[in-house]
């Protein structure tokens, strides 16, 4: 029994570094049509600026978000309007599968040359710390994982739902030609929108290294779930990811107690082929997946 | 600025074929017939591709074998040359390099390339040849299960017997203070799995109760799931059968979850200079096997140490110490029979003598069953006091075994 709860809590926890790792992936999108591979090269990238941060200085790797966020905005930004907008609109998907690849690519190769190939964690005196809860062992740094997680995602939603450069965005992402005739600098806005992803992807980058061991091909191994996760949860939908990604390691972490660990990470490939198979369009909200 | 899309599109292919091919360099080696010239060793390396570290690490071994042996009077009175050619850690290209070594560039005698994966096809050729073969690294069980009959592998212990020193301190126990039950963790990998389960049969043997057995893939990130299996399980010894960033990321998993074995051995990442550095204080009591250490007081082995820090900056790990292994056992067999040309007459004689002999070398003395699998042991290294030390076997103790591992 104190398996099964302890797995729960795992899987909870989980699902929280799952949800913010997506949000940025389902964002790009859902304001732009752009499958965005670079994506978690981008969150290694974070990761490493991090563990570089800690050794430099000795601080916690949470004080290199306010340098990181800014600078992933801005390289988020300069991205969208100096690469992705010069691909021709009608092949702008397919197309951003290729461009992103290659940029996660340079990404990839620039960590190896500059950090060398050598597997890196960052040495935090609570690494090993934990909370017990009901009988379960909650880790810190997964603790905090998820409430970074809980805080940007949180943040995001009122972001898009509250301020009117959310109203833009959300009508760009709806609607792009009605969007502009009622006066939305669509260009701009997508630009924003695509800064705002990369943003997500410092904060997750940071969080992801708090827990593990970074290397600089480790993106390869998450952009296939976090794909299957905002497929799942609806493409262009942050709470359908959101719903997703906490379904998906909820049921990783559970299934591994019948089951063990290769059988228990298909559940991410079964749930996209399910999902193809009967609704397209995603589970959760997204309307998106139907035009494409 | 327009481009039209075929044309990237042909950018892009042209850039990733060049990524994909590399560039691959060979020198062309001298035939000698008479016997009075250079010997001529070919070898073919993963020097890019997925194997290019450890590649890399056994041709700086390779270079600095032979540097030593031609600065100390060569092999039977001859120069040592070197021909090494890059395989890109492809199997295919591996097997038609060795063709090319003794075909059209006349080698003397062949050295092994790294890994299972390239010593099968490589030792294959050889075979076909008549050319004996001692190889660095390719210590699985399928490297010697082929049928080769030319075959050695230059290193202590295959894969399964790595752990065979502690399964003796364990058995040495009084059957009261031996650990009762052990829990398994073990990467989808023909070697970690090996070690893993060499020292499973043998615990299992001693009446050790198996409590937890889980085999991941090599691309598992997340340890939380598997700790807590393990963690749940409450086992008295933890044998992970890792390679590094794994045996890392449960270590942290299983202590989140409070979980605190007797014992605990991890393959491989143990030894890695960036352990220490990523698990901090808690390494204490940490087990590992080891297939070399420039510590070990082998006769030959601070020779070797002190001319490889000198050419290369560095003490050399166990990558160059196997290279360098290769080196020394070939060239004690061809110095013992007292030929060395491409004739098949000629490379059954020193395959005929590594039957009967033991090797000095600096991983210790070597000597081979009859597919070639050496018949030793891989020593057993602690964290003792914070710094990773020899536990066993006792005559080769730097420091004493501690049976209860601390918290971590």
Same mark, same amino acid.
């Given at each position: 029994?104190?398996?099964?709860?302890?797995?729960?809590?795992?899987?909870?926890?989980?699902?929280?570094?799952?949800?913010?790792?997506?949000?940025?992936?389902?964002?790009?999108?859902?304001?732009? =049509?752009?499958?965005?591979?670079?994506?978690?090269?981008?969150?290694?990238?974070?990761?490493?600026?991090?563990? #570089?941060?800690?050794?430099?200085?000795?601080?916690?790797?949470?004080?290199?978000?306010?340098?990181?966020?800014?600078?992933?905005?801005?390289?988020?930004?300069?991205?969208? =309007?100096?690469?992705?907008?010069?691909?021709?609109?009608?092949?702008?998907?397919?197309?951003?599968?290729?461009?992103?690849?290659?940029?996660?690519?340079?990404?990839?190769?620039?960590?190896?040359?500059?950090?060398?190939?050598?597997?890196? =964690?960052?040495?935090?005196?609570?690494?090993?710390?934990?909370?017990?809860?009901?009988?379960?062992?909650?880790?810190?740094?997964?603790?905090?994982?998820?409430?970074?997680?809980?805080?940007?995602?949180?943040?995001?939603?009122?972001?898009?739902?509250?301020?009117?450069?959310?109203?833009?965005?959300?009508?760009?992402?709806?609607?792009?030609?009605?969007?502009?005739?009622?006066?939305?600098?669509?260009?701009?806005?997508?630009?924003?929108?695509?800064?705002?992803?990369?943003?997500?992807?410092?904060?997750?980058?940071?969080?992801?290294?708090?827990?593990?061991?970074?290397?600089?091909?480790?993106?390869?191994?998450?952009?296939?779930?976090?794909?299957? @996760?905002?497929?799942?949860?609806?493409?262009?939908?942050?709470?359908?990811?959101?719903?997703?990604?906490?379904?998906?390691?909820?049921?990783?972490?559970?299934?591994?107690?019948?089951?063990?660990?290769? #059988?228990?990470?298909? @559940?991410?490939?079964?749930?996209?082929?399910?999902?193809?198979?009967?609704?397209?369009?995603?589970?959760?909200?997204?309307?998106?997946?139907?035009?494409? | 600025?327009?481009?039209? %899309?075929?044309?990237?599109?042909?950018?892009?292919?042209?850039?990733?074929?060049?990524?994909?091919?590399?560039?691959?360099?060979?020198? !062309?080696?001298?035939?000698?017939?008479?016997?009075?010239?250079?010997?001529?060793?070919?070898?073919?390396?993963?020097?890019?591709?997925?194997?290019?570290?450890?590649?890399?690490?056994?041709?700086?071994?390779?270079?600095?074998?032979?540097?030593?042996?031609?600065?100390?009077?060569?092999?039977?009175?001859?120069?040592?040359?070197?021909?090494?050619?890059?395989?890109?850690?492809?199997?295919?290209?591996?097997?038609?390099?060795?063709?090319?070594?003794?075909?059209?560039?006349?080698?003397?005698?062949?050295?092994?390339?790294? !890994?299972?994966?390239?010593?099968?096809?490589?030792?294959?050729?050889?075979?076909?040849?008549?050319?004996?073969?001692?190889?660095?690294?390719?210590?699985?069980?399928?490297?010697?299960?082929?049928?080769?009959?030319?075959?050695?592998?230059?290193?202590?212990?295959?894969?399964?017997?790595?752990?065979?020193?502690?399964?003796?301190?364990?058995?040495?126990?009084?059957?009261?203070?031996?650990?009762?039950?052990?829990?398994?963790?073990? %990467?989808?990998?023909?070697?970690?799995?090996?070690?893993?389960?060499?020292?499973?049969?043998?615990?299992?043997?001693?009446?050790?109760?198996?409590?937890?057995?889980?085999?991941?893939?090599?691309?598992?990130?997340?340890?939380?799931?598997?700790?807590?299996?393990?963690?749940?399980? /409450?086992?008295?010894?933890?044998?992970?059968?890792?390679?590094?960033?794994?045996?890392?990321?449960?270590?942290?998993?299983?202590?989140?979850?409070?979980?605190?074995?007797?014992?605990?051995?991890?393959?491989?990442?143990?030894?890695?200079?960036?352990?220490?550095?990523?698990?901090?204080?808690?390494? /204490?009591?940490?087990?590992?096997?080891?297939?070399?250490?420039?510590?070990?007081?082998?006769?030959?082995?601070?020779?070797?140490?002190?001319?490889?820090?000198?050419?290369?900056?560095?003490?050399?790990? /166990?990558?160059?110490?196997?290279?360098?292994?290769?080196?020394?056992?070939?060239?004690?067999?061809?110095?013992?029979?007292?030929?060395?040309?491409?004739?098949?007459?000629?490379?059954?004689?020193?395959?005929?003598?590594?039957?009967?002999?033991?090797?000095?070398?600096?991983?210790?003395?070597?000597?081979?069953?009859?597919?070639?699998?050496?018949?030793?042991?891989?020593?057993?290294?602690?964290?003792?006091?914070?710094?990773?030390?020899?536990?066993?076997?006792? /005559?080769?103790?730097?420091?004493?075994?501690?049976?209860?591992?601390?918290?971590?």
């Amino acid at each position: 029994m104190s398996l099964f709860f302890q797995s729960l809590v795992l899987g909870v926890l989980l699902g929280g570094l799952y949800a913010l790792l997506a949000a940025g992936l389902t964002l790009y999108f859902g304001v732009m =049509r752009v499958v965005m591979i670079a994506h978690s090269a981008f969150l290694i990238l974070a990761a490493y600026l991090a563990w #570089w941060f800690t050794s430099e200085t000795g601080l916690d790797p949470l004080l290199s978000l306010v340098v990181t966020v800014p600078l992933f905005f801005v390289t988020g930004v300069l991205m969208q =309007r100096l690469l992705i907008s010069r691909l021709r609109p009608a092949t702008l998907t397919m197309m951003s599968v290729l461009l992103t690849f290659s940029v996660a690519l340079v990404i990839e190769g620039m960590l190896g040359f500059v950090f060398s190939g050598t597997q890196r =964690r960052i040495r935090l005196p609570y690494s090993g710390d934990s909370l017990e809860l009901f009988g379960a062992n909650v880790a810190v740094v997964k603790l905090i994982a998820f409430g970074l997680a809980a805080v940007s995602l949180g943040a995001l939603f009122l972001l898009l739902k509250k301020t009117q450069f959310g109203q833009a965005l959300r009508a760009t992402i709806q609607h792009p030609d009605a969007a502009r005739l009622i006066g939305i600098n669509t260009d701009r806005i997508a630009g924003y929108g695509f800064g705002l992803g990369l943003a997500t992807a410092a904060i997750g980058g940071t969080a992801l290294a708090l827990d593990s061991t970074i290397y600089p091909s480790l993106h390869w191994h998450w952009i296939g779930p976090l794909m299957a @996760i905002i497929v799942v949860g609806g493409l262009g939908s942050i709470p359908g990811a959101a719903i997703a990604a906490m379904l998906l390691g909820l049921g990783q972490s559970m299934l591994q107690i019948p089951l063990d660990t290769t #059988w228990a990470q298909t @559940i991410f490939y079964l749930a996209l082929f399910a999902t193809l198979m009967v609704r397209p369009q995603g589970f959760f909200g997204g309307r998106l997946a139907q035009r494409f | 600025m327009k481009v039209p %899309m075929h044309h990237r599109l042909g950018v892009l292919a042209l850039a990733s074929c060049l990524t994909l091919t590399g560039c691959m360099s060979s020198s !062309s080696g001298s035939d000698d017939e008479d016997g009075e010239g250079p010997i001529n060793i070919g070898i073919s390396l993963p020097l890019t591709g997925d194997f290019s570290e450890p590649g890399k690490g056994v041709q700086r071994g390779y270079e600095a074998w032979a540097d030593y042996v031609n600065e100390n009077g060569g092999l039977l009175g001859r120069q040592v040359e070197l021909t090494i050619l890059d395989d890109q850690s492809n199997a295919d290209r591996v097997a038609s390099d060795y063709e090319k070594l003794i075909n059209q560039d006349g080698v003397d005698l062949v050295f092994g390339p790294f !890994s299972t994966r390239l010593v099968v096809p490589a030792a294959q050729v050889a075979q076909d040849y008549g050319f004996l073969f001692v190889e660095p690294a390719g210590a699985a069980e399928e490297v010697f299960t082929q049928g080769f009959d030319n075959l050695f592998y230059a290193a202590p212990a295959v894969a399964d017997d790595h752990y065979n020193y502690l399964a003796d301190a364990i058995e040495a126990l009084p059957e009261a203070e031996r650990p009762k039950t052990a829990a398994y963790a073990a %990467m989808d990998d023909p070697f970690a799995m090996g070690t893993a389960y060499g020292l499973k049969t043998r615990l299992e043997a001693m009446g050790v109760k198996t409590v937890a057995d889980e085999v991941y893939p090599p691309n598992t990130t997340d340890f939380g799931s598997i700790a807590a299996k393990i963690a749940d399980s /409450e086992a008295d010894v933890l044998v992970g059968g890792t390679q590094y960033q794994d045996a890392v990321n449960m270590i942290v998993a299983l202590r989140q979850l409070g979980y605190q074995p007797k014992m605990a051995a991890f393959s491989t990442a143990p030894t890695n200079p960036e352990f220490p550095d990523a698990i901090g204080d808690e390494t /204490e009591g940490i087990l590992s096997p080891t297939g070399y250490t420039p510590d070990a007081d082998y006769p030959t082995n601070a020779e070797f140490v002190e001319f490889y820090t000198e050419a290369n900056g560095t003490p050399p790990a /166990e990558d160059e110490a196997n290279a360098w292994t290769t080196g020394q056992v070939v060239a004690a067999a061809v110095e013992a029979v007292g030929c060395a040309d491409p004739d098949p007459e000629c490379q059954q004689q020193p395959v005929d003598w590594l039957r009967e002999n033991e090797v000095e070398t600096v991983v210790g003395p070597l000597s081979w069953d009859a597919e070639g699998r050496p018949e030793g042991a891989h020593l057993i290294q602690q964290y003792v006091d914070g710094e990773i030390r020899i536990v066993l076997p006792e /005559e080769a103790a730097e420091a004493e075994l501690i049976l209860e591992k601390p918290a971590w």
